[in-house]
């Protein structure tokens, strides 16, 4: 008998209740933390498959992924468990933001038809000019708890020219935290963005279109920050801290011959770009 029960705050994802054209059931989540994430088409399974074969990537580059645990049926559908990001935080206040990488959507086994569909959305978001476009958030007070939930819809509306003050900004540099945290939590994701810019540069061997990067900060729960090495304090004297990890895999390419992933480069560095300037400004 599985013990999963639905994840509440799925913030992205093609899910019944968003719309999207698959209607894939919605994420589950376990007590022992980790979220088991439904895979019942071929693109699930392409997905499952780069989870299993964790052992055999350069170390940088599995210090950003989640840990793959196991598959579970749920109603004859497979569910592939990976690391909760959010377990470890104070359940009430951690933000999260999913940020799709790249100006490319679409992997090489995409048809003609799907290439046109691809591009034509990716230029009517910030997915073309930036290379980066939010795909969901929740944004939570630090004094009052109080929540902000930002859409997928949100993400595709956002302008290029309005995604620092009103994504980038809004997500990252809560008005009701000290100027000191807020900077801290910034700095801190710019060293981990940094060393995933330092693996890209060298990597030649994957291309990762229409993934993920998932960003959750927030006040630990200490009672469970032993058991999970996914968050980093943003310093020694600090209750906050900060984790990152690359997310979905079901568009992973192969790079043949071998070359960079300059999609994901140009999305990286721009979204580098727009976390300086938040220090500039401030």
Not at 19 to 47: H, M, Q
Not at 99 to 108: V, W
Not at 170 to 191: A, C, G, M, T
Request: charged share 30%.
């Amino acid at each position: 008998m599985s013990t999963l029960k639905p994840l509440e705050d799925q913030i992205a994802g093609h899910t019944e209740e968003d719309g999207g054209s698959e209607n894939i059931p919605r994420f589950l989540k376990s007590d022992e933390g980790y979220v088991f994430k439904p895979v019942p088409t071929a693109r699930g399974g392409k997905e499952l498959e780069f989870y299993k074969s964790l052992d055999q990537y350069d170390k940088t580059l599995v210090e950003f992924l989640p840990k793959y645990i196991r598959t579970e049926i749920v109603n004859n559908v497979p569910y592939m468990g990976i690391e909760d990001l959010t377990y470890g935080y104070l359940e009430d206040f951690a933000n999260v933001a999913d940020i799709k990488m790249g100006t490319r959507t679409y992997d090489n086994s995409a048809t003609e038809e799907k290439i046109k569909a691809e591009q034509h959305k990716s230029s009517k978001t910030t997915t073309k000019p930036l290379g980066i476009r939010f795909c969901g958030a929740k944004i939570v007070s630090p004094t009052t708890g109080e929540k902000v939930k930002l859409s997928k819809v949100w993400g595709k509306q956002l302008k290029h020219d309005k995604i620092f003050e009103e994504g980038i900004k809004k997500f990252f540099w809560h008005p009701d935290r000290s100027l000191k945290e807020n900077q801290l939590i910034v700095k801190s994701y710019l060293n981990k963005l940094e060393r995933l810019l330092t693996f890209f540069e060298n990597n030649q061997q994957f291309a990762f279109y229409s993934s993920s990067l998932l960003f959750v900060y927030g006040p630990i729960d200490s009672n469970k920050l032993k058991q999970r090495d996914t968050i980093s304090l943003v310093s020694s004297d600090s209750n906050i801290g900060i984790s990152l990890k690359m997310i979905d895999f079901a568009h992973v390419d192969t790079i043949s011959p071998p070359t960079k992933d300059e999609s994901y480069i140009f999305g990286l560095k721009n979204l580098i770009s727009f976390l300086n300037k938040l220090l500039s400004e401030n």
